[in-house]
């Protein structure tokens, strides 16, 4: 068998959030001498998930091959394996032998094999056991004393401040003894020593007695209850104990200390003094345990010498995985080195995006709604600008946005400092998702200063007004009561409109048809995604038949409808659009009179509607036809592929990776009921879908009346009173509403909003979502996650 090869450099490659990294099912076989550091050195690099080969195996089926003994000690030995299969809840039923006779010999040799292979499993069962359990009392004694040692040296620490702090005020005093101090002899001066250990809770109080008493009180003692029973090493019993201390002076204390330790059944572990030893010996603690979760998951080779490990792995870390497997070889001095191979293999492999900590929360966004399946067009990658610009379109005010972003530049400024700390639930979401606050408070900032809010108050940032009014009497009209005075003003909307009558009628009309033209921009979005995704799996079936019905019949609609927004726009015309679209189904030949936006729209208005109405069809019913017959080609040469498969025999190590022909019969009446209801779910959901859009003028003006509502009738009422009392009460009121209403709730809302329209909207033109994520065993991980 001879080393795969494969591509991939020594470092990771630049990240590519549109598709998932290829990957590769590997099978490495691992001589049982460096079983161990090849586990550890793979969890250090984390690019290998492994698979357990042993699934459908009892314990006692990992074990060796089984030894047996004469026939007099048959019966003993069968009734020892019925005991120990029932400890092990291990069930088994009545069964009738139909194979060929056993010859004595032969079953003699059997169980006597069994007997020893299993004495020796339970042997190093209890060793495993009981070490298990001490370093469970390990762990425990690490946290309950660790606190108490963390807690006195902060003390410790901030009294020898204090005093340096008084020695420098009043330096005369303290010189002499100071000076005395540091003519001691350093031989002379009293060492203390430190054991620690745990004690059954009930003997605790006479064991802090007689250690009193043995030592006449020159020992310190500090107890800690440990909130859960632990597992006694010794007699597997759960047993409440507490975590213990003991600061003496001497070797004759010690010695004292040590017997009666031994005398209460107290265990005794050895402590690190220093926190950061404290904390490197709980993590190799943790990774030990994970070593031998893994190496449980492995098979031995028929040998019983090597281990088989299976799993998932990036194709860029193969040279990674081979180089950490050459490193385990060296250090464990073994004379055979591992054997690392690529399997061919048609299981879907799981889902690998390299994310830093800019795009991992955009990405989770998507991963919320479903995993992506292998090397599918990730929605991630337009999420970090599409996300924020929905939520700031429904957010839009530059004054919120920098209140936004200021608490954004906290976390971010200060995230070192947070991701070393142990949050509460809402602020380690919000430190999680700071990124996309940050962005989302950019883009509030950016769409605020298009719709010329400042907590609902406009300003001239970029010019003078355009209008002006055409006599006094104008100020309290409508905008008939403006003349254009000036070129149109440069940067969003004139400030001239926020205030008047006709503010709320032309504010309404705008972003309703912003709303539906971003909308129809996405779902186009999403389309063309479905295409690419068809391109990359070469499937020329969703191209015609899905991809193209799709973009017509949506274009022939909503793509027309946006066509006439924008032609409206540049025209001024005052046609009306809700008339043009009704009437152009209803009435698809009528005169379209004075609501006519271009020449010949009468002709384009039907093309377009037969266009609708043949893409139906089109999606329906060509695709479950062209599918039968591309499963009858399949199936037909069938046999000539097998004919042509390789004559090499298949080891027992790859036996579970045969993929044998199943003839699965092809349901053409499900696949075509399933395509009609693909198909009416599309075309109902590009009229449900564009309406849905429209939610982004419904919470942009909910945000910007409730603004105005907030600063007219609290903070300016408040200011009209000309009373410092009730504008100091006013100023209060404002900036509880504001905090509490618009930068809480009111963003909440525009979040989740934006989330339902990523989801539901965009996502599903062309994400399926039913992938599964690769999960590598990886000590940083583990650790994170214990932690």
């Known amino acids: 068998m001879s080393r795969g090869g494969g591509g991939g450099g020594g470092c990771c490659p630049p990240m590519d959030l549109m598709r998932s990294e290829a990957m590769q099912l590997v099978q490495v076989i691992i001589p049982a001498e460096s079983a161990r550091l090849v586990v550890s050195n793979l969890g250090d690099l984390g690019l290998v998930q492994f698979k357990d080969l042993n699934g459908d195996k009892s314990p006692f089926q990992r074990a060796y091959a089984a030894q047996i003994k004469r026939c007099g000690e048959m019966a003993r ?34 169980l006597e094999e069994f007997e020893a292979d299993l004495i020796e499993v339970n042997r190093n069962n209890g060793k495993l056991q009981r070490t298990y359990n001490e370093l469970v009392e390990y762990n425990v004694l690490l946290k309950t004393i660790g606190d108490f040692f963390y807690s006195a040296q902060r003390s410790a ?14 330096s005369s005093l303290e010189s002499p003894l100071l000076e005395q101090e540091m003519v001691i002899d350093p031989s002379k001066q009293v060492k203390l020593g430190s054991l620690s250990g745990l004690v059954p809770k009930q003997k605790s109080m006479a064991f802090e007695r007689i250690l009193f008493r043995a030592t006449r009180g020159n020992m310190l003692l500090r107890q800690e209850s440990v909130d859960e029973p632990v597992t006694h090493p010794q007699s597997g019993e759960k047993v409440v104990k507490n975590s213990f201390v003991i600061f003496y002076s001497g070797e004759r204390a010690k010695s004292k200390i040590v017997k009666i330790c031994d005398s209460f059944g107290a265990n005794r572990y050895p402590f690190p003094e220093d926190l950061a030893k404290q904390t490197q010996t709980i993590q190799e603690l943790k990774k030990e345990k994970a070593i031998y979760h893994t190496l449980n998951m492995f098979s031995l080779d028929v040998t019983k010498k090597c281990f088989v490990a299976e799993g998932w792995s990036p194709v860029f870390a193969t040279d990674q995985v081979q180089d950490a497997l050459h490193r385990a070889t060296t250090d464990s001095n073994s004379q055979v080195g591992s054997i690392f191979q690529v399997l061919n293999t048609q299981e879907s492999p799981p889902t690998y995006f390299q994310t830093n900590k800019f795009t991992s929360s955009f990405q989770d966004i998507v991963d919320a709604y479903g995993i992506a399946k292998y090397q599918e067009a990730n929605p991630g990658l337009f999420t970090i600008v599409t996300f924020p610009f929905l939520f700031a379109v429904m957010f839009g005010d530059w004054g919120h946005g920098i209140c936004l972003l200021l608490s954004a530049l906290y976390l971010v400024i200060r995230e070192k400092k947070l991701a070393s700390q142990k949050l509460d639930d809402i602020v380690e979401i919000m430190f999680g998702g700071r990124y ?13 200063l298009i719709y010329n809010e400042f907590f609902s108050v406009p300003f001239e940032l970029f010019g003078k007004s355009a209008y002006a009014c055409r006599d006094p009497s104008c100020v309290d009209a409508t905008s008939e009561g403006l003349i254009k005075v000036r070129q149109t003003y440069p940067f969003g909307v004139d400030p001239v409109w926020h205030g008047s009558r006709s503010e709320l009628p032309f504010l309404n009309s705008l972003k309703m048809k912003m709303s539906i033209l971003i909308g129809v921009s996405q779902m186009n979005l999403g389309i063309v995604m479905s295409f690419f995704n068809a391109k990359y799996f070469k499937n020329s079936v969703n191209v015609w038949y899905q991809f193209v019905p799709q973009l017509i019949f949506l274009n022939s609609l909503f793509g027309y409808l946006s066509l006439l927004i924008i032609i409206k726009w540049c025209t001024g015309s005052k046609a009306d659009l809700y008339h043009v679209m009704i009437y152009m189904f209803l009435g698809p030949t009528d ?44 199936h037909q040469g069938q046999q000539y592929t097998m004919i042509q498969a390789t004559t090499e025999s298949v080891t027992g190590l790859q036996r ?64 009209g009173y000309n009373n410092i009392t009730i504008l100091v009460v006013g100023v209060i009121v404002f900036l509880f509403a504001t905090i509490g209403v618009l930068l809480s709730m009111e963003t909440l809302s525009a979040f989740l909003h934006a989330l339902r329209l990523h989801w539901v909207e965009f996502q599903n033109k062309f994400y399926e979502g039913d992938g599964y994520k690769f999960a590598p065993f990886a000590f940083a991980s583990i650790i994170e996650e214990e932690d």
């Open 77 to 110: 030995k069968l009734r020892f394996f019925k005991e120990q299969m029932l400890k092990a809840a291990i069930l088994t039923g009545a069964t009738q032998f139909s194979g060929s006779p056993l010859e004595i010999d032969d079953l003699e040799i059997k």
């Open 436 to 448: 996309v606050i940050l962005m989302m408070s950019l883009f509030s900032i950016y769409t605020g």
């Open 591 to 634: 005169d379209i009179g004075e609501n006519q936006l271009f020449p010949g729209q009468k002709i384009v208005q039907i093309v377009l509607l037969l266009l609708a109405l043949v893409s139906v069809p089109w999606m329906l019913i060509p695709k479950p036809l062209f599918l039968k017959k591309q499963h009858e080609q399949r």
């Open 656 to 719: 579970h990776h045969e993929n044998p022909h199943h003839h699965d019969e092809f349901e053409f009446s499900e696949v075509f009921v399933h395509q009609l209801i693909h198909t009416i779910e599309f075309v109902l959901g590009a009229v449900s879908n564009t309406a849905s859009y429209l939610r982004l003028w419904a919470l942009s003006l909910a945000h910007s009346e409730l603004s105005s509502v907030f600063y007219d009738k609290v903070l300016l009422l408040a200011w």
């Open 157 to 170: 620490t901030r009294q020898q401040r204090e005093m340096v702090a008084d020695q420098s005020g009043d």
